[in-house]
C-alpha cells in the first residue's frame, strides 16, 4: 500500500477516533467534535487572526531553529572532535540538556524582557544542547579511513568539508532537524503562552481564559496540520536523501 494512503487512511482513523470520544462524552463544551472546530478553524481563518498569528508563530520557530541547528551543530563537531574539551564542557551540556525550559524562558524574560529577543534566546538556549549531543555522536563516528583518503589527495578544507565531512553528518543533522521541529514548536507556544502578545500560544492564553476548548483545538491542530506537511514534504525526504550513500 502506497505511503500517501496509509498516511490518509491513519489520519481519517485518529479523526473517527476523536468523533467517537466526542459522542461518548456528549459534551460539546467539554470535547467538541471535528464539526465544531472545524467551524471554529473557518471563523478565525475568514477573520484573518488565524493566518496573523499562525504566521508570528512561525517566524519565532523558523529563526529558534535555525539558530539552534548552527549553534548546535558547530559546537557539537567541536566537542565530537577535541575529547580532552569534551571532557571539560560534558557537564555543561548535561546541565543544559536537564534545565527545564520554563525556567530558562522565565529567566530570558526576567533578564532580556518581554520582547522577541528574549523569546527567540529562551527556544534556542533550550534546543541547541539537543542538537548539541546527536551531532557530537555524529562527529564521533567519522570514519578516520576517509579523513586520511582526503589527506592524501590533498583536498582542500572546503572540499573535505563538501565531500567528506558533511555527507556522513548529513543523517545526524537530519535527525536533529527532525526531532527539533517536533519539540521546538511547542517550546514557542509556551514563550507566547507566558510573555508574548501574537502567536498560536497567546491565543490558546485567550481562549483558556474563556474556556473556549473548540478555539484551543482550532489553533492548536491547524499549526499541527503545518508542522506535518513540513516533516513529510521536507524532512523526512531530506533524512532519506541524506542517508542514502550508506546503503549504496
Not at 8 to 14: D, M, T
Request: aromatic content about 10%; overall charge positive.
Amino acid at each position: 500500500m502506497p505511503d500517501r494512503m496509509i498516511l490518509a487512511l491513519s489520519l481519517a482513523g485518529f479523526v473517527a477516533f476523536w468523533w467517537g470520544l466526542a459522542l461518548l462524552k456528549g459534551e460539546p463544551r467539554i470535547l467538541p467534535a471535528p464539526p465544531e472546530v472545524l467551524a471554529t478553524f473557518w471563523t478565525e481563518a475568514v477573520s484573518g487572526r488565524l493566518w496573523h498569528h499562525t504566521s508570528a508563530t512561525l517566524l519565532r520557530v523558523a529563526m529558534a531553529f535555525g539558530l539552534a541547528m548552527v549553534l548546535g551543530s558547530v559546537l557539537g563537531v567541536a566537542l565530537g572532535r577535541m575529547p580532552r574539551l569534551d571532557r571539560w564542557l560534558d557537564p555543561w551540556v548535561t546541565i543544559f540538556l536537564n534545565l527545564p525550559a520554563l525556567v530558562v524562558i522565565v529567566l530570558c524574560y526576567l533578564w532580556i524582557g518581554l520582547n522577541e529577543t528574549a523569546a527567540i534566546a529562551a527556544v534556542t538556549i533550550n534546543k541547541t544542547a539537543m542538537v548539541l549531543v546527536t551531532m557530537r555522536e555524529g562527529a564521533r563516528t567519522l570514519s578516520p579511513v576517509l579523513a586520511d583518503m582526503a589527506q592524501v589527495f590533498r583536498l582542500s578544507p572546503l572540499a573535505r568539508l563538501r565531500h567528506v565531512l558533511l555527507p556522513q553528518l548529513a543523517p545526524f543533522m537530519a535527525a536533529s532537524a527532525r526531532n527539533g521541529l517536533a519539540i521546538i514548536w511547542k517550546i514557542v507556544l509556551v514563550v507566547e503562552f507566558l510573555g508574548r502578545s501574537t502567536g498560536v500560544g497567546f491565543q490558546i492564553h485567550m481562549k483558556f481564559q474563556l474556556f473556549d476548548i473548540a478555539g484551543v483545538l482550532a489553533y492548536a491542530l491547524g499549526f499541527v496540520a503545518i508542522m506535518l506537511a513540513i516533516d513529510y514534504l521536507l524532512i523526512q525526504p531530506a533524512e532519506r536523501r541524506a542517508s542514502r550513500w550508506r546503503r549504496a
